[in-house]
């Protein structure tokens, strides 16, 4: 019978350690990388007024098209311009600005769906407010 024992003991002792072993091996942890630190978005005093001039800029681009106004594709182009020099490495603010078109384009999109007087008048007017903010922008941060 102690033959049986040693058997039975050295079988527990083997299960124990290996269960053990297994076990400490899954607690061991790999190395954490360290998180990379969040870079804020760059603050630009004018960054309000560009937005709103942005949405401008969607709002005419729509009502110009529906009107089938001349040179109605060059507002599109114009925001591209805009994104391209204002936003070339801060992903988040041409995220904000394209935002802001889009919102304009939709605002009139939802209400115009054919040219009508009122909808020439808020072009007109729209325009006019791009402008005076265009030149308040330049005037005030431009170079």
């Not at 299960?15 to 760059?42: F, I």
């Not at 603010?93 to 040219?115: I, M, P, Q």
């Amino acid at each position: 019978m102690i033959p049986v024992r040693r058997v039975f003991l050295s079988l527990a002792v083997c299960a124990g350690s290996a269960m053990t072993a297994s076990a400490w091996a899954q607690d061991k942890k790999p190395p954490v990388a360290p998180e990379p630190v969040p870079v804020a978005p760059a603050v630009v005093p004018y960054d309000d007024k560009l937005s709103r001039l942005a949405e401008v800029i969607g709002s005419v681009h729509y009502l110009r098209t529906l009107c089938k106004a001349q040179g109605s594709g060059e507002w599109r182009n114009d925001m591209q311009r805009l994104l391209d020099s204002e936003t070339k490495d801060e992903p988040q603010r041409k995220e904000r600005l394209t935002a802001a078109f889009n919102r304009g384009y939709r605002a009139f999109a939802s209400v115009y769906t054919d040219c009508t007087q009122s909808a020439i008048v808020a072009e007109e007017r729209y325009r006019n407010e791009g402008a005076t903010l265009a030149t308040e922008i330049t005037s005030r941060f431009g170079n």
